[in-house]
């Protein structure tokens, strides 16, 4: 009966992996898809996240069910009830993944990024995907110093964010208002995207160790001062 | 024994109550630091949500005491199971309360919305806040048929979104850059926040038909044309 036991909440383990794999690589996706105006492989990923809802679904489905049989107390039943909330955290992910294939699809024939911007948005959707992909490995490793080190990550995409923000802001901006506006809301959908990353594995610190993670970590962070700064740091709380 | 459990059960709802009726409120007082640019108010929202965020971890943590000590089953097990969702949902909520909050703080003594747009952003608030008192009804009430009802105040949501899109595409937006990039934020914003009044009001469904809400509405979606419907499209996809 354990053996069972410990199957399933193995399976539902190796579930939380698989989401984060197909939502790592759809945001990488979805990156090219925009970057290079490719309508095909837009709808590819928008299709493609069905497959992460129904993941979702199973998941959440085998948690009950292994809540309602077994009873779990102490350890497990902490893991079972973070499972739930790491799967929500990756089914949203794969929301954002699909908005940005959706914007994609909605500029096609033209592209929804201006070439001057070309690089921080390729830099942000690289730096997404990474983040998850380190998420999957926190899943499987358990490896707190690993976990640690997204918080530092998503300092970056902070940084990334910020210079989007400094090229909207700039009076030399040339691309209107309808660019200005997606620009907008593609840099708050890989922010999001970093956010839930951060926030998975910072629930598997709080299962290895018991404690959040914002009390393991002692670094301070910089002031962020001005315009753009504060737009990021008002969205920064969010991770928290 | 038994009694005891069912307090348990009715406090967990009670926290999901006050939750709503917080985040409810912040919802309406950020807009109006917002639109009259009060700092002293959007302060005070910016650290009223500190509460909502207590509330939560209180939530969580009797919702898992509950279950470590009764190990509820069945329909039981599914209302503590869903209770967790539900305050995720409002702590999120208490979240985009506080963005609208930190945005006016950060434009201060300016105004972030312009006055041709203060009609509408006001709709938008007053509307969300509405929304998330309708949840806190329908939590109280268990009333399907209102829960229901919350997805089409939501369209209204997203037709007010529209039409904020429609003013920014506006050829004759005099605004600038900055502007439009807060009124694009503020927008998601309101429309975020909708969207987890419904699903907290969606789960409520869950809980009392077995069947999640999508399947309990016939009613066809109008198809959504053009830029800015494809966007509130995509956003909207969110709230399924």
Redesign the interface.
């Known amino acids: 009966m354990r053996d069972a036991y410990h199957e399933e909440l193995d399976s539902i383990g190796d579930g939380l992996v698989e989401m984060a794999r197909l939502v790592g690589s759809a945001i990488g996706r979805a990156t090219t898809a925009m970057l290079d105006s490719d309508l095909k492989l837009a709808e590819n990923v928008i299709e493609a996240d069905q497959k992460v809802d129904e993941l979702q679904h199973d998941l959440e489905a085998k948690a ?1 069910a292994l ?2 049989r077994q ?1 779990p ?2 350890t497990d ?2 893991i079972v ?1 973070t499972s ?2 790491m799967s ?1 955290d990756l089914e949203r992910s794969g ?1 954002l993944a ?2 940005v294939a ?2 994609a699809r ?1 500029r096609y024939p033209d592209r929804a990024v201006p070439s001057d911007l070309h690089a921080t948005i390729l830099e942000m959707g690289q730096l997404a995907q990474r983040l998850m992909a380190k998420a999957a490995e926190v899943i499987i490793t358990k490896d707190v110093d690993l976990a640690l080190q997204l918080e530092q990550d998503d300092d970056e995409m902070d940084l990334l964010h910020r210079t989007l ?1 400094q090229h ?2 700039d009076d030399r ?1 040339k691309h209107g ?2 660019t ?2 997606d620009v ?2 593609l840099g ?1 959908y890989y922010e999001r995207f970093a956010d839930h990353a951060v926030s998975v594995a910072k629930r598997v610190v709080y299962l290895v160790t018991g404690e959040h993670a914002d009390e393991l970590q002692t670094d301070a962070q910089p002031e962020i001062q001005g ?1 753009s700064g ?2 990021s ?3 920064g ?2 991770s928290a």
Chains 1, 2 share one sequence.
């Open positions: 009950i809540l309602a009873q107390v102490a039943l902490r009830v739930l909330r929500a929301d699909q908005h959706k914007l909605l923000f909207l802001m901006w208002i309808e200005a506006v907008t809301l708050r315009v504060a737009l740091g008002a969205s709380a969010e």
